[in-house]
């Protein structure tokens, strides 16, 4: 069995990722662009390849939120999550390179997409990276 997290620290997460990235793409081509997409890259690599747990914005969650709204009532599955990040975290990486390179088109077009991705988690409760996910489970088992 998988481990289980709490579906409402991703979401939360979800949340200051999407600002974080409207900020970047409100700024590009800009140093603070630049500066800011490199530490939500490395956010969506920890999230990514070292675990949910070592998320800055789920440790955020964990220490400041949760003990202020309860435990959850239902947990669900890591992998889904943590490939979203993955996700992301290509994403990221494709819009660094672009903005350090002058390519602000192809930036402004990565960044949006996980700007798209992160609103749909935060406003909607819907994971695209964790569909994605669950698809491709799907298609390869």
Known sequence: MSKQIDPRGPR????????????????????????????????FGLG????????????????F???RIGKPTELEPVEPPQFAQL????????????LLSGADLVATIAVGFALAAAFLNAAFNFCLGCEMYLIGKRIFS
Do not use: C, D, M, N
Not at 12 to 36: R, Y
Not at 48 to 63: E, N, T
């Open 48 to 63: 990514a390849f070292v675990g949910l747990h070592a998320q800055p914005y789920g440790i955020i969650y964990r220490k």
């Open 87 to 98: 996700v992301g975290f290509l994403f990221a990486v494709v819009g660094l390179i672009a």
């Open 12 to 43: 939360f997460g979800a949340v200051i990722t999407t600002v974080v990235l409207a900020i970047i793409l409100l700024t590009i081509p800009s140093t603070i662009a630049i500066v800011l997409l490199a530490i939500q890259t490395v956010v």
């Open 65 to 67: 939120v949760l003990a």
